[in-house]
């Protein structure tokens, strides 16, 4: 795997757009729909109005097949940490090795002289029904990642123990959010992946409006459009966290509703509110979550 997967680059400067997959090894779902994403644009006669990027994350990570390999990538990106990185470049764990190139890539491509600055990170999720945006901006009429019709959930950041890829690059100049496709290894969610990049590529201007969207989840599924985090349950090594089974992503919970048990005993939720993210893979320390509608 290369760092780069592709790029092309047309004569306009009206848009930069900045895909990552992978960035946890084992989600390589982001990845296939990166490369069906070009090939669309290559096999089209598309006029490309800005650049389009795409990065994978952790290489050795999806060599392994593994989330990580000694700690999370998407956990790291604070200033501190990377100073810390650059400082030291010949003393760095495998992740803080990624941390670096994936800095320098990012930092140089997003210096280039560009009106509208995009970097979307590609996720898939151990649980099923997956399907949302993790968005730390202002949502309001003009933000063109809600015509998706997702769920998206605003303040996550502020719950996770460290910092994300999409926070760190979250600014005035850059709209960055993270794009959960669905199931880790299902086919449906490089589908979904897909589809949603390319209805981002038009809704951005970066390639001409040619074809009405898709839905990218079914309506009848009802699904609250802006949520909040309220809680988060976080896992240690040696808890021995298993969730109870079934959970899906938003499904209401009552206040006080078994969730989960561990080393000691039964979990249950301290609050009532919609479940969000459960944990259903070994790797992680995010248990799960409870949203409420915004
Ligand atoms: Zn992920």
Known sequence: MKRIIESKTGLSNEVLIILIGSIHGNEKEGIRAIERTFQRLNNGNFEINGKIIGIA???????????????????????????????????????????????????????????????????????????????PGKVDETTIAEKLGLPMITNLDDYLQGTTLLKYYSSEEVVSFAFEGGQIGSPKAI????????????????????????????????????????????????????????????????????????????????????????????AGDDGFFIVEEI
């Open 57 to 135: 994350g952790n290489l050795k990570a999806i060599e392994a097949h593994k989330r990580f390999l000694d700690h999370d990538l998407n956990r790291c990106w604070t200033d501190e940490h990377i100073q810390q990185c650059l400082s030291n470049p010949n003393d760095l764990v495998n992740e803080d090795k990624e941390l670096v190139e994936l800095y320098h890539l990012i930092n140089e491509v997003l210096s280039e002289d560009y009106k509208q600055k995009f970097v979307i990170d590609l996720h898939t999720t151990s649980a099923d029904n997956g399907n949302f945006l993790v968005y």
């Open 191 to 282: 589908d979904i992946h897909t589809e949603g990049i390319w209805q981002l590529l038009q809704l951005s201007g970066i390639i001409a409006q040619t074809e009405a969207p898709k839905l990218l989840i079914d309506p009848k599924e009802n699904l609250p459009s802006l949520l909040r985090v309220i809680h988060r349950h976080g896992v240690k090594v040696g808890d021995a966290f298993k969730m109870k089974g079934g959970f899906k992503s938003f499904q209401p919970i009552a206040k006080g509703e078994l969730i989960a048990e561990d080393n000691n005993g039964e979990i249950t939720a301290p609050k009532e509110g919609r479940i969000f993210m459960p944990l259903y893979q070994a």
